[in-house]
């Protein structure tokens, strides 16, 4: 065991749309999210996690986002240029639109996936159901 895995309580169902294995073995994987899952209990890591899960009900998503949506594409460009300024991942490329089509939630993954997060915490984000009135932010 061990790893120091974070877990979480929803996750996305996948189908593997291509695979390749390597040379030594291993193999890559193309995944297509398919749907919303909710974990209702994690079982014992033997030999690795397993957890009974359901299909999540959709996500209430609230009205007008697009002024949410366009402040978080704002913020994500100046982190990356900050990052960029210090020697990190590159800036993103001023044609690169993070609006999703006007699809909130597709706009949601482009941001996680432009942000400098890691795996985990985009996850969090990913999960979070409503802005916090406190801080502009979403929470769960």
Same mark, same amino acid.
């Given at each position: ?26 193999? +890559? !994987?193309?995944?297509? $999210?398919? %749907?919303?899952? =909710? ?7 033997? #030999? ?48 690169? +639109? !993070?609006?999703?089509? $006007?699809? %909130?939630?597709? =706009? ?7 942000? #400098? ?24």
């Amino acid at each position: 065991m061990g790893g120091g895995d974070e877990r979480s309580t929803l996750g996305t169902r996948g189908v593997i749309t291509k695979a390749v294995e390597l040379p030594d073995g291993r193999w +890559v !994987l193309e995944v297509e $999210g398919e %749907a919303l899952i =909710a974990v209702d209990e994690w079982l014992p890591d033997d #030999p690795y996690p397993v957890a009974l899960v359901r299909e999540a009900p959709p996500r209430p998503g609230p009205g007008d986002t697009g002024p949410l949506v366009g402040a978080a594409g704002r913020r994500v460009r100046r982190a990356r240029a900050l990052l960029a300024e210090q020697g990190g991942a590159p800036p993103l490329a001023p044609e690169l +639109v !993070l609006d999703g089509g $006007g699809d %909130a939630d597709v =706009a949601s993954w482009q941001l996680c996936a432009a942000a #400098p997060l890691n795996a985990y915490d985009a996850q969090r984000l990913l999960t979070r159901t409503a802005p916090r009135s406190d801080c502009g932010c979403w929470s769960s």
